[in-house]
T-cell receptor, first 113, second 115 residues
Framework: GDSVTQMEGPVTLSEEAFLTINCTYT??????LFWYVQYPGEGLQLLLK?????DKGSNKGFEATYRKETTSFHLEKGSVQVSDSAVYFC????????????FGTGTRLQVTL | NAGVMQNPRHLVRRRGQEARLRCSPM?????VYWYRQLPEEGLKFMVY????????ESGMPKERFSAEFPKEGPSILRIQQVVRGDSAAYFC?????????????FGAGTRLSVL
């Protein structure tokens, strides 16, 4: 079945550092890929998405590229801020089972001054 | 345009009681999904509903759990005879449709604690 694997956290960075959170997936067919962010005590917010191979999703300085050859969708940001501290979830939605999203376990990011 | 509304935000139940979680989708959305998040884990799909129909309940436990999305009113996730293992955050999401371009929007969740 479909699955998503994320790097384990927590990830602790200083403000303005470069961020990479790795995400790889296993799926049949042609899934869409998503990054969601969860701030403390809140629900998930869509951060960015990519619907086909080689697409790059971007939002708020974050970006991720859909790499079919490596089945990856790594999240990157060039310069993190304290306000980026949150839990980040990689997810896939498979066109064969488009009714549900399959999530990774989440990566907690802590950014310090 | 209000987002996905869930209530209550926090729910405390004793073992054996019933828990009812409510979800009102975004305006114009007719597809509702329920997910469960156990502590320190990702979200796990439970059930997908359209108005008055359960479309996919492959993630629902076979016993004690049920869901509905009536023609009028919110979607309800019902857990009968709760046990400590039911303690989790339950998230509802809604979308306009199921094509890849349709995004699921999430509510703030209901955090269930079973004493």
């Amino acid at each position: 079945g479909d699955s998503v694997t994320q790097m384990e956290g927590p990830v602790t960075l200083s403000e303005e550092a470069f961020l990479t959170i790795n995400c790889t997936y296993t799926a049949t067919g042609y899934p869409s890929l998503f990054w969601y962010v969860q701030y403390p005590g809140e629900g998930l917010q869509l951060l960015l998405k990519a619907t086909k191979a080689d697409d790059k999703g971007s939002n708020k300085g974050f970006e991720a590229t859909y790499r079919k050859e490596t089945t990856s969708f790594h999240l990157e940001k060039g310069s993190v801020q304290v306000s980026d501290s949150a839990v980040y979830f990689c997810a896939l939605g498979n066109t064969g089972t488009a009714s549900k999203l399959t999530f990774g376990t989440g990566t907690r990011l802590q950014v310090t001054l | 345009n209000a987002g996905v509304m869930q209530n209550p935000r926090h729910l405390v139940r004793r073992r054996g009681q019933e828990a009812r979680l409510r979800c009102s989708p975004m305006k114009g959305h007719s597809h509702v999904y329920w997910y469960r998040q156990l502590p320190e884990e990702g979200l796990k799909f439970m059930v997908y509903l359209q108005k008055e129909n359960i479309i996919d309940e492959s993630g629902m436990p076979k016993e004690r759990f049920s869901a509905e999305f009536p023609k009028e009113g919110p979607s309800i996730l019902r857990i009968q005879q709760v046990v400590r293992g039911d303690s989790a955050a339950y998230f509802c999401a809604s979308s306009r449709g199921t094509e890849a371009k349709n995004i699921q929007y999430f509510g703030a969740g209901t955090r269930l604690s079973v004493l």
